[in-house]
């Protein structure tokens, strides 16, 4: 079993590609993504785990640059949850959903 790829962010805001030896941008994580390559992201500092915050950010790009997904309605939704007494059942709901309709999509196109 492969480790994931471990992606650097220094506290000047640069990623850095262990595995390439290269300084990447978001659109270089997006690719990551759409690749379905396994990677980690860790703050140079701290050294904590921020792939998340990572993902935020290139979905976030997304958003801005013409191919939102989420309306201003759905993400006001989600913030929502976070008062729920359950986000987690919130969270797995979503997860299942965007899983079925991924899978859909992918039996769809053949």
């Keep these: 079993m492969n480790n994931p790829r471990i992606i650097r ?3 000047n805001r640069r990623l850095y590609d262990t595995e390439e030896s290269r300084y990447i941008t978001l659109t270089d994580v997006r690719d990551l ?20 915050n990572i993902l935020l ?16 309605a759905f993400l006001s ?17 979503l ?3 965007l899983n079925r309709f991924m899978e859909s999509r992918d039996l769809a196109a053949g």
């Design 9 to 11: 962010k220094y506290p």
């Design 33 to 52: 993504v759409l690749r379905q390559v396994a990677f980690t992201v860790i703050d140079k500092r701290s050294g904590e785990d921020i792939t998340r």
């Design 57 to 72: 950010q290139v979905i976030s790009d997304e958003e801005q640059n013409g191919h939102a997904v989420m309306s201003a």
């Design 77 to 93: 939704r989600i913030i929502r949850t976070y008062d729920c007494i359950a986000p987690n059942v919130v969270s797995e709901h």
């Design 95 to 97: 997860e299942s959903t």
